[in-house]
Structure formats: structure tokens, C-alpha cells
């Protein structure tokens, strides 16, 4: 194992899923900003307005995993993981994760209709981004609808409640609401006017730690028709947010690869005593421990990856263990590669620090490591 990674042998994708990697790579690589380069977007812009949001559209990469019947590919959740890796090495800050994976595959798990068919065509082709209202005030990632409570008023309903840190809910045009009804939860799709308002709707965005924006947002009376309810989600959000943790793991798989990289070679380029700093023992087990932690992490994702999607319970289970286990090795290998740095790995000048403030938000998207171990051990033993 350690000569295949010292000494770049083949990795183990198939051909498809390297030529989809080495697309993907190329254009990040050419087009894409470094972290230190950027200008932050507003909190309040429209994700799908991003030049780069309709790079990937052209490119495929939105509908890749979306339903060949609404525009897709129809590609499996490994591709996805492929994509979301080196969406990890570059930093890439548009809400693929987001919107294109736990959007797109909670509309693809609903009831067919309509709304669901126009929606899944629009993240396809670029020109919709919409964004899920999960977390309550009183959860984080607890899958129940909390917050927003949907009542029946005539011929439409009625929207009360609050949800909390909504990625890009700001200026996102389309919120999916998930809505505790009865004893039910509902999903429903609110679209905002040509001015970006909502009536009933008090939106409150703010750049996050990752530097993506994140909404607080008030629904006091917001009416909505009939044709806005998609229909009971209990099941289809946690498949979906399922399959969006794993891909997230991929993610932070190519936030700490990258980080170890650059950790190695400042290591050997740093030098000290008149020796490079990877000549001294303490350094080299540091590095071999950063790796080891990587490979453990990779390995329980790449194996969640490649579960059986009929085993929904095989699959949440793989989820949460990779969850945890990225967790875990995300904040060792962000530790350690700071330390390593020095004081430079403290400012924003170097990238290092970009990466572990995306890999503390990763951490704690559908779930932090202590939430995962917990339901890791309810489904083993269910």
C-alpha cells in the first residue's frame, strides 16, 4: 500500500471514472481561483448565477447523477464521489453538494409531478440551484421537519417557523422546506418573485467560516398553493442525505489529500539545521500518521460509495461510520498540517488554512462525528 501511494502506481478507479477525474481536474486546475485569489460573493447572491455553476452544467457534471428522464446521466454515486474529490482539492465553493446532490436526489426519490420534473430539468441545465430548509432551531441535522410547521388553509397551505443555517439560503430562488405536518414531514417548494423576494419570508445571510453563505430564515404566514407540497419526504431525505454524506466524505478526501500534499512538500522544502524538515524523525512519523488517518478515512468512503444503493440500511450505516471516521482524520490532518507549517499555516496567504475551515464546515454538515458514531450504533443494532 504505502510503495502504490509513495510511488504514484495506478489508483484504483475504473477507466470512466478516471477520464471523469481527469476532466474535472483539468478545467479546476485552468479556471478555477485559488482560495487567497478570491472575492467572496455576496451572502445574499444567487448561486446559480455563478460563470462556474454553468461550467459544470456544460459539462454535465450537475445532472450527472440526476434521472436520465429529467436530463440526467443516471451515473452511480461512485461518479459523484469522483467529481466531489477534486471539488475537495480545489475548494470549490458553488453549492454542488448542495443543491446538485441532496437537492437533486430528495426531488428524484418524490412523488413524479410536474414541479419535481421542471426542477430536476433546471439543476440539469444550470439554471436552477435550489437549496434545502432543514435544520430547526432546535436541531442541526435531525431529519424531522422541525421548525416550520405546514397547516392546511383552504386551497393551499400555510408555512410558520424558522430554519436555521440554510447553505446559500440567501439568495438561492428556490427553497425546498421540509415541514413537520401532522405526524408527518412534508416537503414543499417555494420560488421566490423576479426581485428575489418571498412574501411571508424573512431571509438573513451571512459568509460562513468556509466561506460560503449561510441564511437564517423566518416563514410568518407564507402561503403556498397546493401544487408547492411534493409530498410526505420522510424516507427519500434520509436516502438522500445518505447518499450526500458520503459524497461530502469524498470531499473532505481531497481537502486533506491536498493538505497533506502541501504539508510534504513544505516539509521538504523547509529547511532547518541546515537539513530539510522531513529528514527529522518526529516529522516523518507526524507524516505517517496524517497518512494513515487519510487512508482509513478513504477506505470506509470509497466502500460506502460502493454500497449496494438497494440496502438502505446497509448504505446509512456506511455513512455514518465514513462520516465519523472523516470527521476524525479531518481534524488530525488539519492539526497537524498547521503545526508542521509553523506560523504561516495561520494565515490566509497560504491555503492550508482555507482547507481546514472547509473541512470544519464538512464536519459538521448532516451530522458531526459524535451525531454519526451514535447512529452508527443504532442501525448495527437495528
Same mark, same amino acid.
Given at each position: ?63 450527472? @447523477? ?8 443516471? /451515473? @452511480? ?30 426531488? &428524484?426519490?418524490?412523488?413524479?409531478? /410536474? ?19 432543514? +435544520? ?22 400555510? #408555512? ?18 421540509? +415541514? ?24 438573513? @445571510? ?21 401544487? =408547492?407540497?411534493?409530498?410526505?419526504? @420522510? ?14 466524505? +469524498?470531499? &473532505? ?15 521538504? +522544502? ?32 470509497? $466502500?460506502? =460509495? ?5 440496502? $438502505? ?8 461510520? /465514513? ?36 473541512? #470544519?464546515?464538512?464536519?459538521?454538515? #448532516? ?14 443494532? &437495528?
Amino acid at each position: 500500500m504505502i510503495a502504490k501511494l509513495g510511488l504514484g502506481l495506478p489508483d484504483d478507479y475504473n477507466d470512466d471514472e478516471r477520464a471523469l477525474d481527469d476532466a474535472v481536474g483539468r478545467y479546476l486546475q485552468r479556471e478555477y481561483p485559488v482560495p487567497a485569489g478570491r472575492t467572496p460573493p455576496p451572502a445574499d447572491a444567487d448561486p446559480a448565477a455563478s460563470l462556474h455553476w454553468r461550467a459544470f452544467a456544460e459539462m454535465g457534471l450537475l445532472g450527472l @447523477g440526476l434521472p436520465g428522464s429529467s436530463g440526467g446521466m443516471d /451515473a @452511480g454515486l461512485t461518479d459523484l464521489c469522483v467529481v466531489m474529490q477534486q471539488f475537495g482539492r480545489h475548494l470549490v465553493t458553488e453549492p454542488y453538494d448542495v443543491s446538485a446532490l441532496l437537492c437533486g436526489q430528495l426531488l &428524484a426519490l418524490m412523488p413524479d409531478g /410536474a414541479a419535481v420534473q421542471r426542477m430536476l430539468a433546471g439543476i440539469a441545465q444550470g439554471a436552477a440551484a435550489p437549496v434545502l430548509a432543514l +435544520a430547526g432551531p432546535q436541531s442541526d441535522w435531525l431529519l424531522d421537519g422541525d421548525g416550520v410547521v405546514a397547516e392546511r388553509q383552504g386551497d393551499g397551505w400555510i #408555512l410558520n417557523g424558522v430554519k436555521r443555517r440554510v447553505p446559500f439560503g440567501a439568495g438561492a430562488r428556490q427553497l425546498l422546506v421540509a +415541514a413537520r405536518e401532522g405526524r408527518d414531514v412534508a416537503l414543499f417548494l417555494i420560488e421566490a418573485g423576479d426581485r428575489g423576494v418571498i412574501p411571508g419570508v424573512t431571509r438573513q @445571510g451571512a459568509v460562513g467560516v468556509d466561506g460560503r453563505s449561510y441564511a437564517d430564515i423566518v416563514f410568518s404566514a407564507c402561503r403556498v398553493s397546493e401544487d =408547492a407540497r411534493l409530498g410526505v419526504a @420522510g424516507a427519500a431525505l434520509e436516502q438522500a442525505a445518505d447518499m450526500t454524506r458520503i459524497a461530502l466524505c +469524498a470531499e &473532505a478526501l481531497g481537502a486533506m489529500q491536498a493538505l497533506f500534499d502541501a504539508t510534504r512538500d513544505y516539509a521538504d +522544502a523547509r529547511r532547518q539545521f541546515g537539513r530539510a524538515l522531513s529528514g527529522f524523525q518526529a516529522v516523518q512519523h507526524r507524516l505517517v500518521d496524517m497518512l494513515l488517518a487519510l487512508e482509513q478515512a478513504r477506505s470506509l468512503t470509497w $466502500t460506502a =460509495a460502493r454500497a449496494d444503493p438497494a440496502d $438502505t440500511r446497509l448504505r446509512g450505516r456506511l455513512a455514518s461510520a /465514513a462520516k465519523a471516521r472523516c470527521g476524525e482524520a479531518a481534524r488530525y490532518i488539519s492539526q497537524q498540517s498547521i503545526q508542521l507549517h509553523g506560523g504561516m499555516g495561520m494565515t490566509d496567504e497560504l491555503p492550508v488554512g482555507h482547507y481546514v475551515k472547509r473541512l #470544519l464546515a464538512i464536519e459538521y454538515s #448532516l451530522g458531526d462525528t459524535r451525531y454519526h458514531l451514535n447512529r452508527y450504533q443504532r442501525l448495527a443494532q &437495528a
